[in-house]
């Protein structure tokens, strides 16, 4: 039974893995075409950092990856801390709003944001509504549950009687919250905060509605290579993004790893002394 599920873990893995292994082959060939190698060179990765559209388009995505991830991780938390102080059956309803972003297909929440920028713009009486404001806005939109299902089980682990102690001990509300509740999620929304940078890195499907002419993405700007043969400094870029998502994710999940040990070895702790008491 254990070999029939390594095999199979190792099958899905495969499935998943090959496609970029061969985009990073792609990257390092000589030739055009995929299938045939023809020598080992880095000149489409020059051809990439010589590029006077990519990279410019490139570093639109990222701003607006940080911008967004930034405001999601403040608004996120914040939400957070609200619903893990509500009732049981309010907790019950928020979450459920919370989850409605993930499961609603992302053509659907796109064009609705779209409807709903152009009808904003119509009130406004703003012709080009579309542009940096409106993916900043659809950005955080989508980010935001990522973050709250991020913090949420952090302040389910967090002693809630640490806020009361810094309390008795002289800090103001305001100093108790930085000084030890963010302190004791601060795991959770390191890892919101990467999970929100990595999906509004490489959003497409919502961008596409929302963008405007004067502030385009680069996963929108890529759709339109795909129409005709992709150049070998395309499969370069999509290798370095690749390489640095998954080395996010490393990150967040090292960081998942050590605060679950730290808890472990804090609960060890106590319950020797109590052993000991």
């Given at each position: 039974m254990k070999r029939a599920a390594g095999a199979f873990t190792f099958v899905i893995f495969l499935f998943l893995y090959v496609p970029m292994l061969v985009l990073a082959a792609a990257s390092i060939n000589r030739g055009s075409d995929v299938a045939v190698f023809k020598g080992f060179t880095l000149g489409n990765y020059s051809a990439l950092f010589k590029d006077g559209v990519l990279l410019p388009l490139l570093l639109n995505s990222v701003i607006l990856a940080l911008a967004s991830s930034?405001?999601?991780?403040?608004?996120?938390?914040?939400?957070?801390?609200?619903?893990?102080?509500?009732?049981?059956?309010?907790?019950?309803?928020?979450?459920?709003?919370?989850?409605?972003?993930?499961?609603?297909?992302?053509?659907?929440?796109?064009?609705s944001l779209a409807l709903l920028f152009a009808f904003a713009g119509r009130m406004l009486k703003i012709k080009n509504v579309m542009g940096f404001a409106t993916l900043l806005i659809a950005h955080v939109t989508f980010n935001l549950p990522y973050v709250i299902l991020s913090v949420l089980p952090k302040l389910r682990q967090m002693d809630r009687h640490l806020y009361e102690a810094a309390m008795d001990l002289?800090?103001?509300?305001?100093?108790?919250?930085?000084?030890?509740?963010?302190?004791?999620?601060?795991p959770g929304v390191i890892s919101g905060a990467l999970m929100a940078f990595t999906m509004s890195l490489d959003d497409f499907v919502i961008s596409y509605f929302v963008y405007g002419a004067e502030y385009v993405t680069l996963p929108v700007e890529i759709y339109?290579?795909?129409?005709?043969?992709?150049?070998?400094?395309?499969?370069?870029?999509?290798?370095?993004l690749f390489t640095a998502i998954l080395l996010l994710m490393?990150?967040?999940?090292?960081?998942?790893?050590?605060?679950?040990?730290?808890?472990a070895s804090g609960e060890s702790g106590a319950l020797r002394k109590r052993r000991l008491g």
């Open positions: 930034l405001c999601a991780t403040v608004l996120g938390t914040s939400a957070a801390i609200g619903i893990s102080r509500m009732s049981p059956r309010l907790r019950r309803a928020a979450m459920s709003l919370t989850n409605i972003p993930l499961t609603n297909p992302e053509i659907v929440t796109g064009v002289g800090c103001t509300p305001l100093q108790a919250f930085f000084k030890v509740v963010l302190h004791e999620i601060m339109n290579y795909t129409k005709k043969p992709l150049q070998p400094k395309i499969y370069a870029l999509f290798t370095l490393i990150i967040m999940n090292i960081l998942q790893a050590r605060d679950v040990k730290k808890r």
